[in-house]
DNA sequence: ATTTAGCAATCGAGAAAATAGAGTGCTAGG
DNA sequence: CCTAGCACTCTATTTTCTCGATTGCTAAAT
C-alpha cells in the first residue's frame, strides 16, 4: 500500500514524464513538494522496489514502469473536463444530421486524433441482427452487370461480374431464387446457406452457375466482413519513442495488418486501458478502447500511442464520443 | 556531346550507385574498363564539369545528378526482359476473370511494390464517356432508405439517407423524376444539371426536397470524384535516403495529401519519368508514370521511389501492365 | 595527344579521450 | 523521520586522433 506522499510522488512523475518524456529527478519533485531531495529520493527508491518506477540508467532520473502507468490510471488520474475547443469542434459532425453513422465515427475521430497527435482505428464489427434485405442486378451493358446487396441496417455493396455467355435472363432467374430464399438470412450465416442451400438449386435450374455463384459469393462475403479503418497513422511519428526508422516499420506494418482487427477489437463496454505488454498490437504502445453499440450498428473505436500517453484526456475523449454515438 | 568512353563511364557510375548507393569511386570503374584509375579520374571530372556526376565532398566518389539520370534513362538505359518469376506473379492476376479493372491493377500494383520495394499510386479519373445508368433506392426501415446510383460503365455510388418527415412515396417521386430527367447524362455534368434543372423541379413537386438535394448531390458527387490509392506506402522507409524521420514525416504527408491527385495524374501516353524537380511530388523522388484508358476506364498509374531508382525494371513493368490491362 | 604511375592533399567515419553536468545512494547529524 | 553533504556513476557532448578511401595534379611513358 502507499502512502499519500508516495501516491502523490508517482503521480508527478507520471504526469511530469508524460509532459517532457525526460526522466524526472528528485530536485524537480522536491521544490513541488514540501521536502528535500534526499527525502523524495528515499521515496522514489520504494517505488522503484514496488516495480512502480525505473531507472534508464544508474544515475538518471526515474520513469515509470508499466505497472506505474497501471497503478496511475487505476488510482490516481483526473478526470478533467474537456475543454471547449475540443467540445466544440466535435459537435460540428455530432450536430451534422446528414452524416451516417460510419462518417460520425470517421471524422470524430479524425478530430481525436488531430487535436492529441495519436492514433485512432475503427472497427466496424457490424450487428448479428443484420439481414440480408434485397439482392439487384443492374445490366451495364450485354456483358456486364451490377450485383447489389442491401441489408436489413443498410449496409449495402455491390460488384461488377462480367457475363460470358450467361443470358440476362438466367441471371434474373438467379437473383428471384436467391431473394426468395435467404432474404432476411443474418448476414454471418449466408456464406453457409448459399454454399449448401442456394448452390444445389441454382446448378440444377441455371447454366454456368458458377460465375454467377462466385460473384455472389464475393459481395456476401464483402458485405459480412469486419471493417477496419485507422486514421492518423502519421500521427505515430510525431512521438520520440517512435523516431527509429526500425520500429517506424514495425509499427506501422503492425497498423496495416489484418491481425489488428482481432488485436483491437473489444466487447467490454467501458473504457479500457491496455498498456505496453497488456495490449496485443505493440508492446511500446497503449491503446485506449471502447465497444460502441447502436441499434444499427456495433464495433470497437480505440486511440493507440505511446505508453506515455495522455490518459485522462483520451478516456475523456473517447467516453464522450461513445456516449454521443450511444445517444 | 559525351565520348562512348565518358558514355560508359557514367552508365557504369548510375548502375552501381542504385545497387550500393554509395559514392561511386574510379577505382571500381577502371576494373572494369581496361585503363587506369587516372585516366577514368580525368573522364569523371569532364562529366562533373558538365553536371552530370555529382561529389558529396572534396574526397569522395562520385554520385549522379539529376542531369546525370536524365542522361542515363534518355541515353543509356537498357531495357532488358522481365523476370520469369515477375511475369508469373502479375499473370496469376490478369488470368484471373473474375477481378474488375480496378482490382486487377491494385492487385498488379501491389505485386509491383512488392517486389520493386517502391511505391504505387493509382489514380481513377473515370472517363468522360461515363453515364448515369440508373438511381434506385431501398428502403430499409421507415426512416433510413438507401440511395444506389449506377453509371454507364459499371460504377457504383451509394448513401443512407435519414427520412425526417419525408414519406416513401414522396422519395419515390423524386428518385422518378431524377430519373426521367438526367438518365444518359454524363456524370461529370450531373452536379450542374442538378442545381440547375432538377433541383427547381423537385422543390416544386416535392416537400423537404433539402434532405433529399443534398443527399442526391452527395451520391453524385461521389460518384464523380476520382479516386487516388496508394499502395506500399511503407516501401519509402525501406530506402536510405529516406532515413530521417522529419523526411518520412514529409513524403508521407504528401502521399495522403489530396493535391497527390493533381501531382500525379499524366495524360501521356507513354512511360513518363520524371526525376527529382522534375516532379511535382518531392523533389527527393523519381515518378514514373503513364495514362490508361481502356474502353470502361482511364487514369494514371505510378511507381514511386528514391532518385536512385531502379529505372529500367520499372519502366518495364509499367509498360507491361499497361498493355495487359489496354488489352 | 593520350594514358598512366606516383604522390601529396582532403575529408569523412569512427575510435578514443576528455569534460561537464545531472542525478543517485549513502552516511551522519538534526 | 528528515535532510545536508559528498563521493560516485553514468550520459551526453565535445575534442582529438587515426585510418583509409579518393581525389587532383604533375611528370613520365606510350
Same sequence: chains 1, 2.
Avoid: W
Avoid at 475540443?86 to 465515427?105: A, C, G, H, I, R
Avoid at 453457409?192 to 442451400?197: D, I, R, S, W, Y
Avoid at 453499440?293 to 484526456?313: L, N, Q
Amino acid at each position: 500500500m502507499l502512502t499519500k506522499r508516495q501516491e502523490s510522488i508517482l503521480k508527478m512523475i507520471v504526469n511530469e514524464y508524460i509532459k517532457l518524456a525526460k526522466p524526472v529527478g528528485s530536485k524537480l519533485i522536491c521544490e513541488k513538494l514540501n521536502c528535500s531531495s534526499a527525502t523524495v529520493r528515499n521515496e522514489m527508491m520504494q517505488l522503484e522496489e514496488l516495480g512502480l518506477l525505473e531507472k534508464t540508467h544508474t544515475s538518471s532520473g526515474r520513469v515509470p514502469s508499466e505497472k506505474g502507468y497501471r497503478y496511475y490510471v487505476d488510482n490516481l488520474m483526473e478526470l478533467k473536463e474537456l475543454n471547449g475547443e475540443e467540445v466544440y469542434k466535435l459537435q460540428t459532425v455530432f450536430n451534422n444530421s446528414q452524416l451516417e453513422l460510419s462518417d460520425v465515427l470517421n471524422k470524430s475521430l479524425e478530430i481525436i486524433s488531430d487535436i492529441t497527435s495519436y492514433t485512432s482505428v475503427i472497427l466496424d464489427t457490424k450487428s448479428h441482427d443484420n439481414k440480408l434485405k434485397e439482392i439487384s442486378v443492374v445490366p451495364v451493358d450485354s456483358e456486364i452487370l451490377v450485383v447489389i446487396v442491401v441489408t436489413d441496417l443498410g449496409y449495402v455493396s455491390h460488384k461488377n461480374i462480367e457475363l460470358h455467355g450467361v443470358s440476362l435472363e438466367e441471371v434474373k432467374k438467379t437473383v428471384k431464387l436467391i431473394n426468395d430464399l435467404i432474404v432476411g438470412t443474418p448476414i454471418d450465416e449466408i456464406s453457409a446457406k448459399l454454399e449448401f442451400e442456394i448452390k444445389p438449386v441454382i446448378a440444377k435450374y441455371v447454366k454456368q452457375h458458377e460465375i454467377l455463384y462466385n460473384a455472389f459469393y464475393d459481395v456476401f462475403t464483402d458485405i459480412s466482413s469486419k471493417s477496419v479503418n485507422v486514421v492518423g497513422k502519421n500521427n505515430i511519428l510525431k512521438h520520440q519513442e517512435f523516431s527509429n526508422v526500425d520500429k517506424i516499420k514495425d509499427i506501422f506494418s503492425k497498423l496495416d495488418d489484418r491481425a489488428l482487427i482481432e488485436n483491437i477489437s473489444e466487447s467490454n463496454n467501458d473504457i479500457n486501458i491496455y498498456i505496453g505488454h497488456e495490449n496485443k498490437v505493440d508492446p511500446d504502445v497503449t491503446v485506449i478502447k471502447t465497444n460502441y453499440k447502436t441499434s444499427k450498428d456495433e464495433g470497437t473505436i480505440a486511440i493507440i500511442g505511446p505508453k506515455r500517453m495522455d490518459y485522462d484526456r483520451v478516456v475523456n475523449l473517447l467516453d464522450y464520443i461513445k456516449k454521443q454515438i450511444e445517444g
